[in-house]
T-cell receptor, first 113, second 115 residues
Framework: GENVEQHPSTLSVQEGDSAVIKCTYS??????FPWYKQELGKGPQLIID?????GEKKDQRIAVTLNKTAKHFSLHITETQPEDSAVYFC????????????FGQGTILTVHP | SAVISQKPSRDICQRGTSLTIQCQVD?????MFWYRQQPGQSLTLIAT?????????ESGFVIDKFPISRPNLTFSTLTVSNMSPEDSSIYLC????????????FGEGSRLTVL
């Protein structure tokens, strides 16, 4: 089955800096890669996603890149703000088992004012 | 995206008891799922809640421990049976989006602590 590795497990940045979180996946059949933000006491919120036919996608301060050959994808947050502090999860979907996402282990992002 | 409401939001339970978590969606959805998030861990799919038939469980999860109901296209329940401290987790209801997008959306979760 699919295996998703996520790094780093914790990331601390100063407000205004950029943050990058990286994930690798094992199943070459995976074709959809969402990113979730989970704030304390809340459920995961979908913030951006990318499909295998696209190499990069951007939404304001966040962007995601995908390298299918290397089987890795990354989340980039620019101009970080304290409210970006949360746990971020990457995930992969193999295109067949609807609803079944394989999640990375999560990254605790702390943005210091 | 659908609005997903879960009850209870949190509870403290005694060992050996059972608790039922409810999930209500504001629109009809074909596919509903239950995930578990153990403390400080990632998310793991427990089962797919099928309307009109038995739930489909992932490896490591069984119906006797996690019975699921799906009486209609907007509602599902997950029961955590005969609880032990190892069942202390966040239990999340989720739905698969309709249309071409196909994203997975989560409720706020039900945080269970078993003493």
């Amino acid at each position: 089955g699919e295996n998703v590795e996520q790094h780093p497990s914790t990331l601390s940045v100063q407000e205004g800096d950029s943050a990058v979180i990286k994930c690798t996946y094992s199943d070459s059949a995976s074709n959809y890669f969402p990113w979730y933000k989970q704030e304390l006491g809340k459920g995961p919120q979908l913030i951006i996603d990318i499909r295998s036919n696209v190499g990069e996608k951007k939404d304001q301060r966040i962007a995601v890149t995908l390298n299918k050959t290397a089987k890795h994808f990354s989340l980039h947050i620019t101009e970080t703000q304290p409210e970006d502090s949360a746990v971020y999860f990457c995930a992969a979907f193999d295109g067949t088992s609807y609803g079944k996402l394989t999640f990375g282990q999560g990254t605790i992002l702390t943005v210091h004012p | 995206s659908a609005v997903i409401s879960q009850k209870p939001s949190r509870d403290i339970c005694q060992r050996g008891t059972s608790l039922t978590i409810q999930c209500q969606v504001d629109s009809q959805v074909t596919m509903m799922f239950w995930y578990r998030q153990q403390p400080g861990q990632s998310l793991t799919l427990i089962a797919t809640a099928n309307q009109g038939s038995e739930a489909t469980y992932e490896s490591g999860f069984v119906i006797d421990k996690f019975p699921i109901s799906r009486p209609n296209l907007t509602f599902s329940t997950l029961t955590v049976s005969n609880m032990s401290p190892e069942d202390s987790s966040i239990y999340l209801c989720s739905v698969w989006g309709t249309g071409d997008a196909g994203e997975l959306f989560f409720g706020e979760g039900s945080r269970l602590t078993v003493l």
